[in-house]
């Protein structure tokens, strides 16, 4: 008799329309607003991505307020990277108590990204930043280090120059 | 209601039942793409996602470069990016375009006839659908053949006029049994079957729960049932108006292989079910058939369940008759009742996964047609006791 009424009266159709109902007019009168989004998708080509925190981009190298290199050549994280893709040589700095990295390269393309390196220091001289759009022709792109302009490890890199957020 | 009928010439008929029909077709042919447009959007807002909303890649193809151009402005293109609107345009444009293909083994004749066979049983049922009971309004005089007439809210409003519905709606099945019997393939061949079975299954309720409006009403007119069951239902007989729109709602369903009750195109037993052999246009033949069956099903249901051009469903009408913008019956309201219901269609598939194939098929046999009987029999019970309704 209950399962005869179930069937009979459709609570359970009543229910799943219910919510998907909720769902549609959430994201319905929200889609085009800027400010507030229900819906789970991006527009990436065109609308920057939000990404998670803790999203584990490309390897940087922070300065301080002084702009002084943080990094003190402990050698960490060069000993810690599973591929070893980091490469530190150190020198003096005048005025300055500890050692300074006068070579710091990375070899992007080995790296795994698995933020050993970040974990390691204990100097918080390190961090992987947000930047994902990391494809280019040449195997050069990859290799990027404290010198030049292009591949620095200070700022977001030429690396991903293809990308589509920032073409023209 | 209905003006003095006026005396036509043949000529002056012709001509008028074609200005009516190119009409009638640019109406579905406006609402039906809508409608696919629509799917796609309230699909993707009922799951959180966006649904469409561009038909171009950022820089490939042609619309690439156009919209390069757009970019570089400083705007968002508008051409190719407008809510996904346009994608409308690039489907009409693909199913053209694409090759179409007949298998070598196929019954040539019956597989190039069987998708044009169910585009026409779809389309033609709109013949005796009424949009607006009389006149909509009449032609100036200086108009050359057909000055002086009435330009009527229904093609032809014939006496019998859910019959015809009825009867052409049901050839629609031909056209899917007799193309996937042409293919000469098993999946279209299982699929066919299935739809066979499928849809004379749920004729026999959803001809059952539109003799409840018959019974009660006494008349097979379409602009006499609209106007009976909108205006002229004793309080008693609503509860069987709104249990038979549900019944017959639910038969609507499976009568246009739409989502719940698609096991005909069941795509992950049966590759695309019956017309997996066919592409092109003749593949848009079935693609709009299905599309044009939800508008038949919204319209019928909207018309003698909704109260059709009357505002108040189920027979409520009396309610807010003498209001002055609302109790006026109008074609919007018409066309408002079937928007919202094509919308219900695609909410519901939304919702609702598939049936097993004989959970379908028990619940046309064991419940469906016994609960139209009783409700039959209920609309019998409230004709017996009213007196006071209309005898044809």
Redesign the interface.
């Known amino acids: 008799m209950k399962n005869f009424l179930k ?2 009266i459709p609570v359970d ?1 009543y229910k ?2 219910k ?3 909720t ?2 007019m959430k ?2 009168t929200t ?2 607003r800027r400010k507030v989004k ?4 991006q ?1 990436y ?2 609308v920057p991505v939000k990404l998670a925190p803790r999203f584990r981009g490309r390897l940087t190298m922070l300065k301080d307020e002084q702009g002084e290199i943080k990094c003190v050549c402990c050698l960490a994280c060069e000993k810690i990277c599973p591929t070893q893709v980091i490469t530190i040589e150190s020198g003096k700095k005048e005025g300055r108590k500890t050692k300074i990295p006068t070579r710091y390269d990375f070899e992007m393309e080995r790296c795994i990204f698995c933020e050993f390196c970040v974990e390691s220091c204990g100097f918080d001289s390190i961090i992987l930043n947000h930047q994902f759009e990391l494809a280019a022709y040449n195997r050069e792109d990859f290799s990027i280090g404290m010198l030049g302009k292009d591949q620095n490890m200070f700022e977001l890199t030429h690396v991903g120059k293809f990308s ?1 957020s920032d ?2 | 209601m209905n003006a003095a009928p006026v005396t036509m010439t043949l000529l002056q008929t012709c001509v008028m039942a074609v200005l009516q029909a190119i009409c009638v077709v640019l109406f579905v042919f406006i609402i039906v793409p809508l409608t696919i447009y629509a799917e796609r959007k309230v699909l993707g807002f009922a799951q959180d996602r966006l649904g469409a909303t561009r038909i171009a890649g950022h820089r490939v193809g042609l619309t690439g470069w156009l919209n390069r151009g757009m970019w570089r402005m400083g705007k968002v293109p508008f051409l190719s990016y407008w809510r996904g609107l346009p994608m409308l345009v690039g489907d009409i444009a693909k199913l053209f375009l694409k090759e179409d293909i007949v298998p070598t083994k196929a019954d040539r004749a019956i597989f190039l006839v069987a998708p044009a066979l169910s585009l026409i049983a779809s389309v033609v049922v709109f013949a005796a659908v009424s949009f607006y009971p009389g006149a909509l309004f009449t032609f100036p005089k200086i108009v050359p053949i057909i000055g002086g007439l009435p330009f009527n809210g229904c093609i032809t409003d014939m006496n019998v006029g859910l019959l015809f519905i009825l009867g052409i709606a049901s050839v629609g099945v031909y056209g899917i049994v007799l193309g996937a019997w042409a293919s000469n393939s098993k999946y279209p061949l299982l699929g066919g079957l299935r739809s066979g079975a499928q849809i004379v299954s749920y004729e026999v309720p959803l001809t059952l729960s539109l003799l409840a409006p018959v019974v009660l009403t006494g008349t097979l007119n379409f602009n006499k049932m609209t106007l009976a069951l909108a205006t002229e239902m004793p309080l008693y007989a609503v509860p069987i108006l709104f249990v038979s729109f549900f019944v017959y709602f639910t038969c609507g369903f499976a009568e246009t292989n739409r989502m719940p009750f698609d096991m005909p195109e069941a795509e992950n037993e049966l590759v695309a079910g019956f017309h997996t052999e066919y592409s092109g246009m003749r593949f848009g033949f079935f693609y709009l058939a299905e599309y044009i069956n939800m508008v038949v099903v919204t319209a019928i249901a909207s018309a003698f369940f909704l109260g059709g051009p009357y505002l108040a469903p189920f027979g409520l009408h009396r309610y807010i008759m003498h209001v002055p913008f609302l109790g006026a019956p109008n074609g919007l309201w018409f066309v408002a009742k079937m928007i919202l219901l094509l919308f219900t269609f695609i909410w519901v598939r939304g919702t609702i996964p598939r049936y097993r194939y004989d959970q379908v098929m028990a619940v046309a046999w064991k419940y469906l047609i016994p609960f139209t009987l009783i409700l039959v029999l209920l609309a019998a019970m409230v004709r017996y006791a009213a007196p006071a309704l209309p005898v044809a």
């Open positions: 069937t009979l159709i799943g329309l919510l998907t109902g769902h549609f994201v319905f889609a085009n229900m819906h789970v998708t527009e080509p065109e589509y073409e023209d």
